[in-house]
């Protein structure tokens, strides 16, 4: 989070390095053993909601508004460790008041049912369109589909979400 950033350009020299440092070092160190992370890097100005952000091979993030997603947040580039040296594009976006941004890994939409039916993305979307309230209540609501949707099938990947909100000052 940053606070009171005038500095465009040093936000996104930030997130640039960071970004590469990591992408490099996971690549010249783990390399010959296949290792790869997707990654989200953002930073934040609390301030004005403005989101500067590197998503590196990761699912999207969605902002969600009173109308259920607002806005989706694409990859902006490879995951980090497979190319030294890859480009990482850093796209910017804003939170507005009332706005709640989603992350989530691919556990999420890729959690399996005992008949081997992915839960998907498109459920996931189409439970976002109908949700309106808290962080928290989103976070329940989507482990809550989750858990009726896999019930009785063993758990593949981890599930690990965040979610938060930017209130009104």
């Given at each position: 989070l940053i606070e009171d950033q005038d500095n465009d350009a040093l936000v996104h020299e930030?997130?640039?390095n960071t970004v590469a440092l990591t992408n490099n070092y996971v690549a010249t160190t783990h390399g010959k053993t296949s290792m790869f992370a997707s990654a989200?890097?953002?930073l934040l100005d609390t301030k004005t909601g403005a989101l500067d952000y590197v998503n590196a091979g990761h699912e999207e993030a969605y902002i969600l508004g009173a109308a259920g997603v607002r806005l989706a947040l694409p990859p902006t580039g490879p995951v980090l460790g497979i190319f030294a040296g890859a480009n990482h594009t850093?796209?910017?976006?804003n939170i507005e008041h009332g706005e709640?941004?989603?992350l989530y890994t691919d556990g999420v939409p890729e959690a399996t049912s005992r008949s081997?039916?992915?839960f998907s993305e498109q459920r996931v979307r189409s439970?976002?369109?109908s949700w309106q309230g808290s962080a928290d209540e989103l976070l329940e609501m989507i482990v809550?589909?989750?858990c009726e949707f896999t019930t009785g099938a063993g758990q593949h990947d981890d599930i690990t979400m965040l979610a938060s909100r930017r209130e009104s000052v």
């Open positions: 930030t997130l640039a989200f890097v953002g850093i796209a910017t976006a709640t941004i989603l081997g039916e992915q439970l976002l369109e809550s589909s989750i």
